[in-house]
């Protein structure tokens, strides 16, 4: 069994309920932080800002490790939507540009920001619509035009 550093009280009574449940489940699989984020899409560093506090899980991470568990899926994101509505988002702010060089991809709240923006449902279904559209115009119409037209007679 781990032996976890305690909670900091800085952070809301939902959210170190939250770590704390994560915590104890960690320790029930007896996992290592390397081998836990072998086993799934979050890196050592990652999962050890989480178990810490330090940093809020996302919900795939809390429902990575429910699956690695072996335990029921519904429990530990219900209280991830209880701590999401009290974890300080955005409240230490790090040093550095405001928004990501033009070569790397977005990161923290500009990926939040980048992926609200991004169209869902409808709207990507229209967006794909007229993306093939587009390509039909762009592609088909100067083919078949070729085709029909005559060459010139020499």
């Given at each position: 069994?781990?032996?976890?550093?305690?909670?900091?009280?800085?952070?809301?009574?939902?959210?170190?309920?939250?770590?704390?449940?994560?915590?104890?489940?960690?320790?029930?699989?007896?996992?290592?932080?390397?081998?836990?984020?072998?086993?799934?899409?979050y890196?050592?560093?990652?999962?050890q800002?989480?178990?810490?506090?330090?940093?809020?899980?996302?919900?795939?991470?809390?429902?990575?490790?429910?699956?690695?568990?072996?335990?029921?899926?519904?429990?530990?994101?219900?209280?991830?939507?209880?701590?999401d509505?009290?974890?300080?988002?955005?409240?230490?702010?790090?040093?550095?540009?405001?928004?990501?060089?033009a070569?790397?991809?977005?990161?923290?709240?500009?990926?939040?920001?980048?992926?609200?923006?991004?169209?869902?449902?409808?709207?990507?279904?229209?967006?794909?619509?007229?993306?093939?559209?587009?390509?039909?115009?762009?592609?088909?119409?100067?083919?078949?035009?070729?085709?029909?037209?005559?060459?010139?007679?020499?």
């Open positions: 069994m781990t032996r976890w550093r305690p909670l900091p009280d800085v952070r809301p009574r939902e959210a170190r309920h939250l770590v704390e449940q994560l915590r104890a489940l960690k320790d029930r699989t007896g996992l290592s932080l390397t081998e836990l984020a072998r086993r799934t899409a890196s050592k560093s990652s999962w800002r989480y178990l810490s506090g330090a940093k809020q899980p996302p919900r795939g991470a809390v429902q990575a490790l429910c699956r690695m568990a072996g335990t029921e899926q519904v429990r530990l994101p219900a209280l991830w939507d209880l701590a509505r009290t974890w300080p988002h955005g409240a230490a702010v790090a040093a550095g540009p405001a928004e990501p060089v070569d790397e991809p977005p990161t923290g709240a500009a990926y939040r920001r980048w992926r609200a923006a991004a169209p869902t449902g409808a709207a990507y279904r229209r967006w794909r619509a007229a993306a093939l559209v587009s390509f039909g115009v762009i592609v088909v119409l100067p083919a078949w035009l070729l085709w029909v037209l005559p060459v010139g007679s020499g």
